[in-house]
C-alpha cells in the first residue's frame, strides 16, 4: 500500500512551457486535491474532485487545468507556466464514512521552479 | 470555517511532553478540531481530531476546554522527529460542498536535544 505518490518530485520549466502533474492513490478514496505551498506559508488549494469524472476549482485555480479520468490518479496541468507558478504542489486524498468526512493523505510533493 | 490562532513558534526539550496551543474562540458547534504536522519537505500528515471529548492515539491527546474556544495538542514525549510546523485546523466534518483543509501559518515546533 503505497498510500499517496506523485510524479515527479522536482522539475525545473522555462517560463511558457506545459507540464503534466500526477497523483496516484491506492486506497480507493473518492476525494482528491491539488494543493501549493510558497515559502514560508501554508497550504492553498487549487483544484479538488469529489469523484471519478468530477472537478472544482479551489481558493487558487488560475494557470491550472486537473483531471480525473480514473478514480486513482489526478492530473494537475499548467498550460504555459509562469514564475509565479513556482511552488511546491501537494496531491491529498481522502474518503467519506457515514457521512463524516475523513482525514487527507498527502503526497511527498512535487517541487517545481520556473525560470 | 473558524479561524485558528496559533503561537509562531515553540521550543520543547526532548523527552518532556509538547504542549501546543490553539484558539479558535468562533468555532461553530458542527466544528471539529483538526491537527495535522509537516515536517520539513514533506507532505502533512494527520494527527489527531475531535469534536468536544479529550481524544487519544498512538501519536498524541488533544485536550478542548468545554467551551470549545481554544484546544490542546500534547505529544507526551517529544522527539527530536517531532520537529515540525503544526496546523490546528477547524472545519466541519460533512460539507457538500468544499471539502479542503484551510491552512494558517501554524506553530513551528523545535525540540531541542
Known amino acids: 500500500n503505497a498510500g499517496v505518490t506523485q510524479t515527479p518530485k522536482f522539475r525545473v520549466l522555462k517560463t511558457g512551457q506545459s507540464m503534466t502533474l500526477l497523483c496516484a492513490q491506492d486506497?480507493?478514496?473518492?476525494?482528491m486535491y491539488w494543493y501549493r505551498q510558497d515559502p514560508g506559508m501554508g497550504l492553498r488549494l487549487i483544484h479538488y474532485?469529489?469523484?471519478?469524472?468530477?472537478?472544482a476549482k479551489g481558493e487558487v485555480p488560475d494557470g491550472y487545468n486537473v483531471s480525473r479520468l480514473k478514480k486513482q490518479n489526478f492530473l494537475l496541468g499548467l498550460e504555459s507556466a509562469a514564475p509565479s507558478q513556482t511552488s511546491v504542489y501537494f496531491c491529498?486524498?481522502?474518503?467519506?464514512?457515514?457521512?463524516?468526512?475523513?482525514?487527507?493523505?498527502f503526497g511527498p510533493g512535487t517541487r517545481l521552479l520556473v525560470l | 470555517d473558524a479561524k485558528t490562532t496559533q503561537p509562531p513558534s515553540m521550543d520543547c526539550a526532548e523527552g518532556r511532553a509538547a504542549n501546543l496551543p490553539c484558539n479558535h474562540s468562533?468555532?461553530?458547534?458542527?466544528?471539529?478540531v483538526y491537527w495535522y504536522r509537516q515536517i520539513h519537505s514533506q507532505g502533512p500528515q494527520y494527527i489527531i481530531h475531535?469534536?468536544?471529548n479529550n481524544e487519544t492515539n498512538e501519536m498524541a491527546s488533544l485536550i478542548i476546554t468545554e467551551d470549545r474556544k481554544s484546544s490542546t495538542l500534547i505529544l507526551p514525549h517529544a522527539t527530536l522527529r517531532d520537529t515540525a510546523v503544526y496546523y490546528c485546523?477547524?472545519?466541519?466534518?460533512?460539507?457538500?460542498?468544499?471539502?479542503?483543509?484551510?491552512f494558517g501559518s501554524g506553530t513551528r515546533l523545535q525540540v531541542q536535544p
Open positions: 474532485s469529489v469523484g471519478e469524472g468530477t472537478t
Open positions: 475531535g469534536l468536544k
Open positions: 486506497m480507493n478514496h473518492e476525494y
Open positions: 468562533t468555532i461553530s458547534g458542527n466544528e471539529y
Open positions: 491529498a486524498s481522502s474518503y467519506e464514512a457515514g457521512g463524516i468526512q475523513e482525514t487527507q493523505y
Open positions: 485546523i477547524v472545519r466541519v466534518a460533512t460539507n457538500t460542498g468544499r471539502r479542503a483543509l484551510t
